[in-house]
């Protein structure tokens, strides 16, 4: 691998590294923003639950179940008229951004209801007994026992859209993705494509120890 070569390619590479960053944390913001009320709405319509609500609890379930279910780079074609229509291009970080915040918004809510479930039920009880509101018991009881379990499921939906990210580039979303394609593949540049690879592995590391400091900073138990 030529250092030479890497030097050379540096700014493109700074380029689509920051480029990457944006398409992330767009697409982890709408994943908080939209994917958080989502994975509360699962968990507190269940069965026994102070919202029980067996129609909005299937409803919302088969809608985020169903965006899971399909493959991401399908998702990438299947919303190009919606991208089209929300951004006015079908290329670049900034298109790219609204596949990646439909796939992560029914992945976050899934581990935000999976994260609320790890809550003792005497704690709900008690707050129900208590005569506390459900919103106060979202707000004051809910959100604030799962939210080391809430960070790590963000840390790992951040991970996961480092990789959609790179995915997008296949269809010309930028990012480093689209930096390995085109050059790596493309034109048969094999630094470039081990660079790429390099910088997505570190930048997953420090995403991870972040996320896993962060976790344990709020952590009070």
């Known amino acids: 691998m030529s250092l030479d070569h890497v030097i ?4 493109e590479i700074n380029q689509a590294f920051l480029e990457t960053l944006y398409m992330v944390g767009i697409s982890l913001g709408v994943a908080v923003l939209i994917g958080l009320p989502l994975g509360v709405i699962l968990f507190v319509t269940d069965k026994g639950l102070f919202l029980e609500n067996g129609p909005v609890k299937t409803v919302v379930g088969f809608i985020v179940n169903m965006v899971r279910s399909i493959p991401f780079i399908i998702l990438l074609v299947a919303l190009i008229p919606i991208t089209q229509w929300i951004v006015g ?6 298109a790219a951004s609204v596949s990646l915040s439909v796939a992560a918004i029914p992945f976050f809510a899934r581990i935000v209801e999976t994260s609320l479930r790890e809550i003792d039920k005497g704690v709900i ?12 018991i979202i707000k004051d009881v809910l959100l604030p026992e799962a939210k ?6 963000l840390t790992l939906t951040a991970i996961s859209l480092v990789a959609y990210s790179a995915m997008a580039g296949v269809v010309g979303g930028g990012g ?3 930096l390995a394609i085109r050059f790596g593949y493309y034109r ?14 570190l930048f997953v590391q420090i995403l991870q120890l972040a996320g896993d400091r962060f976790a344990k ?5």
């Open 8 to 11: 050379e390619l540096l700014p």
């Open 89 to 94: 291009t079908t290329i670049g970080p900034t």
């Open 125 to 136: 009880e008690a707050s129900v007994a208590v005569g506390a509101s459900p919103w106060m």
């Open 148 to 153: 080391p379990s809430i960070i790590q499921g």
């Open 176 to 178: 480093i993705g689209d």
């Open 188 to 201: 048969y540049d094999n630094t470039i494509m081990v660079t790429t690879v390099i910088v997505l592995i």
């Open 217 to 221: 900073l709020v952590d009070k138990r």
